[in-house]
């Protein structure tokens, strides 16, 4: 069995950073691809980013290109979300999921395993 337990969200104000994490627990966490995804009140969950089981690819939305940094340590089975220059838009809660494959997936359907859930707020 496999636990995700995101962390980092809060309140911030527009242009702010935030920094989210998402610590793994069970499975064999660098085996596979992890995503970021957010769901905003009233809207379905979407894509965020993604990060191969490596490492080495990342994926990214186009509403948060060049803003977000989605990384991982898999020493530390731990991935993480660097969000700047945040926009009202950007408020939700973020949750990580697990893929079944080691390419980044960015549709729900891939993922076995999510975490609860951090809310993130933007205010202006």
């Known amino acids: 069995q496999v636990q995700l337990v995101e962390s980092g969200g809060g309140l911030v104000q527009a242009g702010g950073s935030l920094r989210l994490s998402c610590a793994a627990s069970?499975?064999?966490?660098?085996?596979?691809?992890m995503g970021w995804f957010r769901q905003a009140p009233g809207k379905e969950r979407e894509f965020v980013a993604g990060?191969?089981?490596?490492?080495?690819?990342?994926y990214y939305a186009d509403s948060v290109k060049g803003r977000f940094t989605i990384s991982r340590d898999n020493a530390k089975n731990t991935v993480y979300l660097q969000m700047n220059s945040l926009k009202r838009e950007d408020t939700a809660v973020y949750y990580c999921?697990?893929?079944?494959?080691?390419?980044?997936?960015?549709?729900?359907?891939?993922?076995?395993?999510w975490g609860q859930g951090t809310q993130v707020t933007v205010s202006s």
């Open positions: 999921g697990l893929s079944t494959t080691r390419a980044v997936a960015t549709t729900q359907d891939w993922y076995n395993y």
């Open positions: 069970g499975r064999t966490f660098s085996s596979y691809a």
């Open positions: 990060i191969t089981w490596s490492g080495g690819n990342t």
